[in-house]
């Protein structure tokens, strides 16, 4: 089964690009959520240390840049509604994100002993389950959210999945599945610090071999 949310792709096209120019160092990226190993990360991904982020307003009137506080305050919404981040190496004019990011409420987590489909997988001890593949990575944290309201898209939940698509053909270095599981992991922990979950989610401040 392939837990990767396909529709990252479609709307990480729409970014405004003209806004897009120099680029910003790795750890002002995503509202600061890199910590120094994700930015190294990040550049070893990208294959530079200059990144611009998609600006502009996404398909609900939200600015495209990312905030952690937006990110959580979105996380029973539905997907065009929650705040994502779009990153691109300075310069690239493409319409195609290096990486796209969002983080989504969740019910449940996949089993351990799940079949996952898609082609090759890296499985690590994060979280309650965490993969990359050939699309992206998934990272499933506990993180207990209740709904803003009860005409809330997801209601009350007990985990947090955060996502990463990136296209494939666009990653650089020899430890392609590891460096997105850092970033996403380094997003994660300041997720759960905003969130108010972090002893609840127990995401280490280094990603563990898979």
Known sequence: MTLLVGGCGDNSKKGNKEELGTGVAAGRICDGTLDTTAGEALQSLGGTSRFDEGSGTNEAGEPRKFSLKTAVEHLHDEYRKRSACWVYKAGDDSGEPLLEIRFSASSSYPSATQQ????????????????????????????????????????????VKAELYSTAAKMRGNSIDKDRMVVLNSMSRKLTQEAGCSSEAGLPAVVPSQ
């Open 116 to 159: 996952e489909s898609g082609g090759h997988q890296t499985r690590y001890a994060l979280g309650v389950y965490a993969h990359a593949g050939p699309n992206g990575a998934d990272l499933f944290f506990r993180c207990t959210t209740k709904a803003p309201s009860e005409e809330a898209y997801v209601g009350d939940t007990r985990y």
